[in-house]
């Protein structure tokens, strides 16, 4: 049973371009949470998403970031016009069902030039 | 003000057991509590996670306070293996602290 999948594992743009952060989720998962790590940092929760539906945005910056999790295929955190600031680790989780427990992914590292 | 607070570090011999605390005053009836850990470079690894009974795998043990305003990851025989930072977090919001992190000595 493959883990949580995220691609790509590094990701390197300059200032003003978008980035595209993608996971799939565990085999049976229909929970999909993504997270934010700065360096030397703890996780912060940034959006909660089921199939179709954002059930908790409240972590995501109201601007330039967007989540997707489609019917068919991986969940997307987009990231507009990318700023330095924006350099972190993401990282992805899914779970079966709220509250089971989450299973992380390898993470994104995305590198703003 | 939903946070998790734990110390920042702590120290532990090999083979020992190790006692993490975690506070989480603030938790709802609802509020699954769960643990994680990272290593370096690493994304978390789920641990274990429980309500309101103590819970044991084959990782660690979970002591849950009876009135859940606090938990303990108990780690039975702690290896060099298992130096990371240790995440105790809560569902709603999956709110993480800023971790514990566990130095196992040799």
């Known amino acids: 049973n493959a883990g949580v999948m995220q691609n790509p594992r590094h990701l390197v743009r300059r200032r003003g371009q978008e980035a595209r952060l993608r996971c799939s989720p565990m085999?049976?998962?229909?929970?999909v949470y993504w997270y934010r790590q700065l360096p030397e940092e703890g996780l912060k929760f940034m959006v909660y998403?089921?199939?179709?539906?954002?059930?908790?945005e409240s972590g995501m910056p109201k601007e330039r970031f967007s989540a997707e999790f489609p019917k068919e295929g991986p969940s997307i955190l987009r990231i507009q016009q990318v700023v330095r600031g924006d350099s972190a680790a993401y990282f992805c989780?899914?779970?079966?069902?709220?509250?089971?427990?989450?299973?992380f992914g390898p993470g994104t590292r995305l590198l703003v030039l | 003000d939903a946070k998790t607070t734990q110390p920042n570090s702590m120290e532990s011999n090999e083979e020992e057991p190790v006692h993490l605390p975690c506070n989480h005053s603030t938790i709802s009836g609802t509020d699954y509590i769960h643990w994680y850990r990272q290593l370096p470079s690493q994304g978390p690894e789920y641990v274990i996670h429980g309500l309101t009974s103590n819970v044991n795998n084959r990782m660690a043990s979970l002591a849950i306070a009876e009135d859940r305003k606090s938990s303990t990851l108990i780690l039975h025989r702690a290896t060099l293996r298992d130096a990371a930072v240790y995440y105790c977090s809560r569902t709603y919001k999956y709110i993480f602290g800023t971790g514990t992190r566990l130095k196992v000595l040799a």
């Open positions: 998403l089921q199939k179709e539906n954002i059930i908790d």
């Open positions: 989780a899914s779970s079966p069902a709220s509250g089971r427990g989450e299973y």
């Open positions: 085999k049976g998962h229909s929970h």
